[in-house]
């Protein structure tokens, strides 16, 4: 089966940015999305098909997809985008697979 | 607006059996597919298996086949998750997440969750 392997964390000072990376064999093949998941609350879509973003969703947040390697980044992180990052693929036979999450702090 | 909402925490024993449910609004609910995904505390995200309405054809992970059911009442667009035998391990935050039939499928909308606690 299809593995996405995620840093377990990741800290940044407000207004730096942060950079979330999730790694898969050839995942630049495919469509990635990413979910934010702060404390206490269900996911939210906050990237998908690699790049674009969902209605409400800041520009801050951008998503790129090459090779091994799909990445989040977050710019001017503010205190409130401290939160669990999740991304997703479809696998090759129409199953969904998550990575395991990154736990963004702010410091 | 769009909203899945799920039913309310429970408190179970080993052996019992239990049906949770996610009620969709704002939408057409047969223009979506259903999952469910589990989190264990602390946890991450686990697909546990995907109901294709509008035809109610189901697909489970490997690792919760046979273990549970999903299922849907579309007449009240509400798909339900159903357990005949909990295990201490199935103590969770179950969320139910409406999936795009468009490509690239994404989980665009999620459910609160229901906290579901199973101990003798």
């Known amino acids: 089966s299809y593995v996405l392997s995620q840093p377990p964390s990741v800290s940044v000072a407000p207004g730096q940015t942060a950079r979330i990376s999730c790694g898969g064999n050839?995942?630049?093949?495919?469509?990635v999305q990413w979910y934010q998941q702060r404390p206490g609350q269900a996911p939210v879509l906050v990237i998908y098909a690699d790049a674009d973003r969902p209605s409400g969703i800041p520009e801050r947040f951008s998503g790129s997809n090459s090779g091994n390697t799909a990445t989040l980044t977050i710019d001017r992180v503010e205190v409130g985008d401290e939160a669990g990052y999740y991304c997703?693929?479809?696998?090759?036979?129409?199953?969904?697979?998550f990575g395991e999450g990154t736990e963004l702090t702010v410091l | 607006e769009v909203q899945l909402v799920q039913s309310g925490a429970e408190v179970k024993k080993p052996g019992e059996s239990l049906t949770i449910s996610c009620k969709g609004s704002g939408y057409n609910f047969t223009n979506y597919w259903i999952a469910w995904v589990r989190q264990m505390p602390g946890k991450g995200l686990e697909w546990m298996g995907i109901i294709y309405l509008p035809d109610s054809e189901t697909r489970y992970s490997p690792s919760f086949q046979g273990q549970v059911t999903l299922s849907a009442d579309k007449s009240i667009s509400t798909a339900y998750l159903q357990w005949s035998s909990l295990k201490a391990s199935d103590t969770a935050i179950h969320y139910c997440a409406r999936i795009t039939v468009a490509a690239p499928n994404t989980f665009d909308s999620w459910g609160q969750g229901t906290l579901i606690t199973v101990s003798s």
């Open positions: 997703q693929v479809w696998d090759i036979t129409s199953v969904p697979v």
């Open positions: 050839n995942i630049g093949s495919k469509s």
